[in-house]
């Protein structure tokens, strides 16, 4: 069974850049077509997409963050990880790893995610 | 962006009634583009229906998915203890995009 697992420092200082990694196991980070992808949550509020990427190299960001986002995949680990850069307390957030649906498909859709770690953006 | 907008909020039902939930996006969806999950406090969301109407791996058959343009629904026949939890629809049209959630409490 294909499991996810959110790493990184719980709190980082305003204007600093957020690092989150996510190791997979259970499956190879390469095989299929899969993307796989970040969302966050602020406490008590809806599910935001930041981004995905996939083992070639390939990303594509939410528009809204598109600046400030880095996605990248390391295939000898078997982990992809986000950069988040200049935070603030609006990025405070549980922050989510997931697979994407393949591109084989015409379906698109999040199917294991991980168990979310939150990050708090303070001084 | 296309947004997605979740009614009701918040629909109290009793565990064995039917729950309609609906997702209305602000311009045409393709159908294989939307998806719905449920997500228990506490917990990450979990894929029930993706392509509208295709139930993921493992999810009982309670769980339905209709709709088409920008009119989704879910529907779930028979409400069981463990659905009393928020769901979200999601849609892809160049970006993703969640709705707001509706919330399924215990009446």
């Known amino acids: 069974q294909l499991q996810l697992q959110e790493s990184g420092p719980g709190l980082v200082k305003p204007s600093e850049t957020l690092s989150l990694t996510c190791t997979v196991s259970?499956?190879?980070?390469?095989?299929?077509?899969?993307?796989w992808g970040w969302i966050r949550q602020p406490p008590g509020k809806g599910l935001e997409w930041i981004g995905s990427?996939?083992?070639?190299?390939?990303?594509y960001y939410n528009p809204s963050l598109k600046s400030r986002v880095t996605i990248s995949v390391d295939t000898s680990k078997n982990q992809f990880s986000l950069k988040l850069s200049s935070v603030t307390a609006a990025d405070t957030a549980v922050y989510y790893c997931?697979?994407?649906?393949?591109?084989?498909?015409?379906?698109?859709?999040?199917?294991?995610w991980g168990q979310g770690t939150l990050v708090t953006v303070s001084s | 962006e296309i947004v997605l907008t979740q009614s009701p909020g918040t629909l109290s039902l009793s565990p064995g009634e039917r729950a309609i939930l609906s997702c209305r996006a602000s311009?045409?969806?393709?159908?294989?583009?939307l998806a719905w999950y449920r997500q228990k406090p506490g917990q990450a969301p979990r894929l029930l229906i993706y392509?509208?109407?295709s139930r993921a791996t493992g999810i009982p058959d309670r769980f339905s998915g209709s709709g088409s343009g920008t009119d989704f629904t879910l529907t779930i026949s028979r409400l069981e203890p463990e659905d009393f939890a928020v769901y979200y629809c999601?849609?892809?049209?160049?970006?993703?995009?969640f709705g707001g959630g509706t919330k399924v409490e215990i009446k």
């Open positions: 392509g509208a109407s």
């Open positions: 990427g996939r083992h070639s190299g390939s990303t």
């Open positions: 311009q045409s969806v393709s159908s294989s583009y």
């Open positions: 999601q849609q892809y049209g160049g970006s993703f995009t």
């Open positions: 259970g499956g190879s980070i390469t095989s299929g077509s899969y993307y």
């Open positions: 997931a697979r994407r649906s393949p591109m084989t498909t015409v379906t698109y859709y999040f199917d294991f």
